[in-house]
Nanobody, 124 residues
């Protein structure tokens, strides 16, 4: 369903940028909402942000708003998470996920499909 890749090094310095990609397959209707979550060591998985495939609406958590951007490439069926001005607090395993519908929910349990996580480490 999902193939996630990290474009660039997984360990970066504070202030650096990194881009993650998530290539989707399967019925578009079942993955109309694509969201990125992250899970820091010892913490719960939380929403980073998401995009509604059918109308390009996006939503972000307050902790990343203005620094992270989610976009998509329809031709490649790929969603990107561009992470700028990275902070040590952004260190986590990042996951892409999807669900049907048109609402970007914050609860991970509401997402049906998950990609493998990719570790992002930001050092100060």
């Amino acid at each position: 369903m999902f193939s996630c890749r990290r474009l660039g090094g997984g360990q970066v310095q504070a202030g650096d940028s990194l881009r993650l990609s998530c290539a989707a397959s399967g019925r578009t209707s079942s993955r109309n909402v694509v969201a990125w979550f992250r899970q820091a060591p010892g913490k719960e998985r939380v929403l980073v942000g998401g995009i509604v495939w059918s109308d390009d609406r996006t939503d972000y958590s307050d902790s990343v708003k203005g620094r992270f951007t989610i976009s998509k490439d329809d031709a490649e069926n790929t969603v990107y998470l561009q992470m700028d001005s990275l902070k040590p607090a952004d260190t986590a395993v990042y996951y892409c996920s999807a669900r049907a519908g048109a609402t970007i929910y914050r609860a991970p349990a509401l997402y049906n499909f998950w990609g493998k996580g990719t570790l992002v480490t930001v050092s100060s």
